[in-house]
């Protein structure tokens, strides 16, 4: 169980275990709820809100203190436009940058000496465009990611120039 700490009506410490010794009292966490009250420590709970809009955000919690619990209550606000347009904004900075790693891991596929057969190489190429394409969706949260063509179909030189 959890507790709060109540001095002259505020709470002082919430969302904590009971000390063993408080004060000069050894063992106080053997005493009873009353007896824990009257010292002002009080079983804690901590309560979400259950109705949120549909962009919302923390704004913080407010204490309620009854006779026998400090409940903390979770406060939610509407988000203001500017920002869900600052926090948009930011996403797709981080879209942009998703994609400009894995457009420079994939640099080299596109190297005249690349060892891929034409068909390989087209499937980098077309994956690659893909990446290029990502920022002409509508929503930076719904992105769908191209699937990287893979290493494994990489071809191979033997010495006597044949192609494996």
């Known amino acids: 169980m959890k507790y709060a700490y109540?001095?002259?009506?505020?709470v002082k410490e919430a969302n904590?275990?009971?000390?063993?010794?408080?004060?000069?009292?050894?063992?106080?966490?053997?005493?009873?709820?009353?007896?824990?009250?009257?010292?002002g420590w009080y079983p804690y709970e901590?309560?979400?809100t259950t109705t949120r809009p549909e962009n919302w955000m923390s704004n913080g919690t407010e204490f309620e203190i009854t006779d026998s619990l400090v409940i903390e209550h979770?406060?939610?606000r509407e988000k203001?436009?500017?920002?869900?347009?600052?926090?948009?904004i930011n996403e797709w900075g981080n879209v942009r940058?998703?994609?400009?790693i894995e457009l420079k891991e994939?640099?080299?596929?596109q190297l005249a000496d690349a060892p891929f057969t034409a068909e390989q190489k087209e499937s980098w190429k077309t994956y690659r465009q893909?990446?290029?394409?990502?920022?002409?969706?509508?929503?930076?949260?719904?992105?769908?990611?191209?699937?990287?063509?893979?290493?494994?179909?990489?071809?191979s030189v033997q010495p006597n120039g044949e192609v494996s």
């Open 97 to 100: 940058s998703r994609r400009n």
């Open 46 to 48: 901590y309560r979400y």
């Open 16 to 39: 904590r275990p009971l000390p063993n010794v408080w004060g000069n009292i050894s063992n106080f966490d053997t005493f009873d709820i009353q007896t824990l009250i009257s010292f």
């Open 130 to 155: 893909t990446l290029r394409d990502i920022t002409t969706y509508e929503n930076p949260w719904i992105i769908v990611w191209p699937t990287k063509p893979s290493d494994e179909s990489r071809t």
């Open 74 to 76: 979770e406060l939610v």
């Open 80 to 88: 203001a436009v500017d920002e869900i347009q600052a926090e948009t």
């Open 6 to 10: 109540v001095e002259n009506g505020i």
């Open 106 to 109: 994939s640099d080299w596929t």
